[in-house]
């Protein structure tokens, strides 16, 4: 299955160098969680602050067994800070 996987600020780091973009399409094998590629890409549990899938929020005690579907789009953003 097909999905877009989108990495947002600094984390954009954790993709392969040679992507030119923030985000990446990817071709996952069915089952597989939102968790599963936080680990896949070493994202650190605490860079991942905000997770969307197909612009819903993703709790943190979701996210390993949020199974992502044909089609989905999962972004990841930092901590942001500001002011």
Known sequence: ???AFKLFASLADYL???????????????????????DRYRI?????HLVLVNGHYIEPNARRSHVLAEG????????????
């Not at 392969?16 to 936080?38: Q, Y």
């Not at 930092?78 to 002011?83: D, F």
């Open 1 to 3: 299955m097909k999905i």
């Open 16 to 38: 392969p160098a040679e992507r030119r973009s923030n985000r990446v399409e990817l071709d996952l094998a069915p089952g597989t969680t939102v968790g599963d590629l936080i």
């Open 44 to 48: 650190p549990e605490r860079s991942a």
């Open 72 to 83: 989905d789009e999962l972004a990841i953003w930092p901590p942001i800070a500001g002011g």
